[in-house]
T-cell receptor, first 109, second 113 residues
Framework: GQNIDQPTEMTATEGAIVQINCTYQ??????LFWYQQHAGEAPTFLSY??LDGLEEKGRFSSFLSRSKGYSYLLLKELQMKDSASYLC??????????WGAGTKLIIKP | IAGITQAPTSQILAAGRRMTLRCTQD?????MYWYRQDLGLGLRLIHY???????GKGEVPDGYSVSRANTDDFPLTLASAVPSQTSVYFC????????????FGPGTRLTVL
């Protein structure tokens, strides 16, 4: 079956760095997405990786290793507004997104 | 309007009733999707449409139907609601349904009693 694993919850301190991991087993691979979802709101796109390596976008970076079925999202200089759930999703061979359950990130002052 | 809108925002429905959730986008995206989101689970695809006039089944299609008469609208119908359909429903769209980013509507919170 297809499976996306990510930690349920993480806690970090304002101003610090946090890494959210995602491992996957899917039927085919056409890219990996990270989305941010604030409580009660819609998911919003953060990043897309299809090749191995690191993609940097401001305070957020995303890494992919296809051979290991592994990705992480790195958030630097954490701000209180970064408190949200972070969703990892893999596009499979049918171009359908398979979603992880999300990691709830709690930022403490 | 800009982006994707969904209606209603929330709804409480008696079991056995018929309900249509509405979704409209003004970005001229070809592909549209319906997901449900339940606590502790990832988003699950219900139905999708890669272009107007075509639809396909996702991971959890039973009890739901969709239509795509034009590019902008993609309604989701529950023919006879059951309590297990209590969920938050998100509509999304993408330019052409391949590896494009999906953009989400604000969601509909549905409770079936």
């Amino acid at each position: 079956g297809q499976n996306i694993d990510q930690p349920t919850e993480m806690t970090a301190t304002e101003g610090a760095i946090v890494q959210i991991n995602c491992t996957y087993q899917t039927s085919g691979f056409n890219g990996l997405f990270w989305y941010q979802q604030h409580a009660g709101e819609a998911p919003t796109f953060l990043s897309y990786n299809v090749l191995d390596g690191l993609e940097e976008k401001g305070r957020f970076s995303s890494f992919l290793s296809r051979s290991k079925g592994y990705s992480y999202l790195l958030l630097k200089e954490l701000q209180m507004k970064d408190s949200a759930s972070y969703l990892c999703a893999v596009m499979d061979s049918n171009y359908q997104l398979i979603w992880g359950a999300g990691t709830k990130l709690i930022i403490k002052p | 309007i800009a982006g994707i809108t969904q209606a209603p925002t929330s709804q409480i429905l008696a079991a056995g009733r018929r309900m249509t959730l509405r979704c409209t986008q003004d970005m001229r995206h070809n592909a549209m999707y319906w997901y449900r989101q339940d606590l502790g689970l990832g988003l699950r695809l219900i139905h999708y449409s890669n272009t107007a006039g075509t639809t396909g089944k996702g991971e959890v299609p039973d009890g739901y139907s969709v239509s795509r008469a034009n590019t902008d609208d993609f309604p989701l119908t529950l023919a006879s609601a059951v309590p297990s359909q209590t969920s938050v429903y998100f509509c999304a769209s993408s330019p052409d349904g391949s590896t494009d980013t999906q953009y989400f509507g604000p969601g509909t919170r549905l409770t079936v009693l």
